[in-house]
C-alpha cells in the first residue's frame, strides 16, 4: 500500500490476509455510514469559524 501527501509517499508491505482481516475487524467495530454518528460537529464548526 502507498499512501501519498504533499510530494510525501509512505509504502507499507503488509500481507493480503493480514489487511483483509483487518479491514473486516474495523467494519465489525464501526459498520459502512456510521462513522460520523458519534461526532459532535457544533463544536467543531464553532471552532473552525471561530475567527469569523
Excluded at 5 to 34: H, I, K, N, Q
Excluded at 35 to 50: A, Q, T
Aim: hydrophobic letters at 45%; charged letters at 25%.
Amino acid at each position: 500500500m502507498q499512501l501519498e501527501s504533499r510530494g510525501m509517499t509512505a509504502l507499507f508491505e503488509v500481507s493480503l490476509s493480514t489487511l483483509e482481516a483487518w479491514l473486516l475487524s474495523t467494519y465489525d467495530l464501526v459498520p459502512p455510514g456510521t462513522e460520523l454518528d458519534g461526532f459532535d460537529w457544533d463544536p467543531f464548526v464553532e471552532r473552525l469559524l471561530g475567527d469569523a
